[in-house]
């Protein structure tokens, strides 16, 4: 019931909308529900007049009067059709964009733990079938509601006897139909399951489609594939073999009461408490019964198909965020950039921390530099100053403010991230350098552009600013896509930037400018610099050299070249690779 009430919530913004539907439902009902007394009355008191104007009058008159109704009937049937689908796509596309909301709000932990092709599945295929169950199912269950207590009133007034034993079978067909339909909210769950589970391997497989072919593993590719296809297809099949029992056992009981309405009325007529006029007018009206009881066995299957789609959109808003602003966060107004550590500790798992009793402070403006072996925690030390993850104990402030009573909006703001792997969207330059800040002119993403050492190459193009750069972009290069992303970074202006090893995975030549653009966008910012190659943070204001352990030591280059530990042997060893 709490499902049912939490999707009926969606109705809300389309009240109006949803009960002209419904009185459209009525009337529609209403004309189906008087056309067989309209017959009755014809047979029995209007076609045995003798007078033949008399008959055609009344001909007459009530023709117009069903002319009148079916024409208030096609304009009834087309607001249904046309407004009361409209209403069900609204309200999928707002349960849509709930889905998608809500997935901005949840943290990286729920991404580490969740493929992105499930994901892409609940917004896209779950939802397929949610517009037609909000636009059908009240209308549907309305109209045959309507239908059957109208048909039972009349037919109870024709023939009691008769009448029971339809109501008998009718509750046999009830009863067959709450079995199966419990049996297909089962299966089409599953289908959902192995659908998003296909979904996913397309979605890894069409990502590093480069890695797949590089390796020539289109095979073991296609092979996944069809492991999952597979799966899916025999959830479909079960779910078909599903449907076939419970139509076929719907036909026949609806058989059953045609058969006993033939077996029971002859048996009257013969014995004088029947005739044959009523017998056609029952016939008539169990035509208009049936009608509805198709349409519930029908959305029988339109229910379960959009509850469990429902139910899945459901799982995702019922996950509450990890990370959320406190009640009484603020922002930070102006910040310096004064970066500290109080006893942090962090692990992804409950088991396993990464960064034990980290005490460190970063006084604005300074640059520092983590270096040490991988799986120390590095990116792990980033990642929790702007609260991409919870710390699990102790406490980081930014100007003496707790992060966590700083609202993530402001928080997030104050921060510039440059990562190694540069994710750049779909779309043009332009629109990438502009995704530092919204509202920025022409001419300051033009600035940003020269100051991150990307400006000529882009009035190089054909498009200059307006050239598409492809899915992720994929065509440009890594050290072009690498200076875009700082482009973004001197857009946002932060007073606090974070370089995790952007420049690690390019080559020399690339490196060269970026690294001069790294250090222009470094000057009067609080930097920490994730250094792989150690040659590019000699100048560093401090070095902290950061195992599992925790931070083993602590200086400027000279001073730990001089202490000849960590930092020393790293530099070394790096040095005579590269001689």
Not at 24 to 46: E, K, R, T, Y
Not at 316 to 331: F, S
Not at 425 to 438: C, D, L, R, V, W
Request: hydrophobic share 45%.
């Amino acid at each position: 019931m709490n499902k049912l009430k939490r999707f009926f919530a969606y109705y809300k913004p389309y009240k109006k909308l949803f009960f002209a539907d419904m009185f459209c439902a009525l009337i529609l009902s209403a004309v189906d529900l008087v056309f067989p007394i309209i017959v009755q009355f014809m047979l029995n008191h209007v076609y045995i007049l003798k007078d033949k104007n008399i008959i055609l009058r009344y001909v007459l008159i009530l023709g117009a009067a069903l002319l009148a109704m079916y024409i208030i009937r096609y304009f009834c049937q087309y607001f249904i059709t046309s407004w009361g689908h409209i209403m069900g796509a609204k309200m999928e596309a707002n349960m849509r964009r709930d889905l998608f909301e809500h997935y901005q709000k949840l943290s990286f932990s729920y991404y580490d733990n969740h493929n992105t092709g499930t994901l892409m599945s609940r917004i896209v295929n779950d939802l397929f079938d949610i517009s037609e169950l909000a636009h059908h199912g009240p209308e549907d269950m309305f109209i045959s509601l309507l239908k059957i207590i109208g048909s039972f009133i009349i037919l109870f007034s024709i023939n009691i006897p008769i009448t029971l034993l339809l109501i008998f079978i009718t509750l046999v067909m009830l009863y067959f139909s709450l079995f199966y339909n419990k049996k297909m909210e089962n299966v089409f769950m599953s289908n959902r399951v192995k659908i998003a589970d296909v979904n996913a391997v397309v979605q890894d497989t069409l990502s590093g489609i480069r890695v797949v072919k590089s390796f020539a593993n289109e095979k073991v590719e296609a092979a996944k594939f069809e492991k999952g296809n597979n799966e899916f297809l025999r959830t479909k099949e079960e779910s078909y073999f599903t449907m076939g029992r419970y139509y076929s056992g719907n036909g026949f009981f609806q058989g059953m009461l045609y058969l006993s309405v033939i077996l029971l009325g002859g048996i009257f007529i013969s014995t004088g408490n029947f005739n044959v006029s009523e017998l056609v007018i029952y016939i008539l009206y169990i035509n208009i019964f049936l009608n509805p009881i198709d349409k519930l066995v029908n959305f029988t299957e339109q229910f379960q198909r959009g509850l469990t789609g429902f139910t899945r959109l459901l799982q995702v808003l019922d996950t509450n965020p990890d990370i959320v602003d406190k009640k009484d966060a603020v922002d930070i107004r102006e910040p310096k950039g004064d970066i500290e550590f109080k006893n942090v500790t962090f692990g992804y798992d409950d088991d396993l921390d990464i960064l034990k009793d980290i005490n460190v402070n970063i006084p604005a403006g300074k640059n520092v530099a983590l270096v040490g072996p991988s799986g120390g925690g590095k990116t792990t030390f980033c990642s929790i100053i702007p609260r991409f993850y919870e710390i699990s104990h102790g406490s980081i402030t930014i100007d003496g403010i707790d992060v966590k009573n700083i609202k993530l909006n402001s928080l997030r703001n104050a921060i510039g991230i440059v990562q190694q792997e540069v994710y750049l969207f779909g779309g043009s330059i332009k629109e990438n350098i502009a995704y530092g800040k919204q509202n920025a002119t022409d001419d300051e993403i033009i600035e940003a552009a020269k100051r991150a050492n990307i400006h000529e190459f882009i009035m190089e193009l054909e498009d200059g600013y307006d050239t598409f750069v492809g899915e992720r972009g994929v065509k440009l290069s890594g050290g072009q896509k690498q200076r875009i992303s700082i482009a973004r970074v001197f857009l946002k202006n932060p007073p606090i930037l974070i370089l995790d090893e952007a420049t690690s995975a390019l080559d020399n030549e690339s490196e060269k400018f970026i690294q001069n653009s790294l250090e222009e966008l470094s000057k009067n910012r609080t930097t920490i610099v994730i250094a792989h190659r150690l040659s590019t943070i000699r100048n560093a204001d401090e070095i902290m050299v950061l195992t599992e352990e925790g931070i083993k030591e602590r200086g400027n280059h000279s001073e730990l070249m001089d202490k000849k530990g960590i930092y020393a042997s790293l530099y070394n060893m790096q040095f005579e690779t590269i001689k």
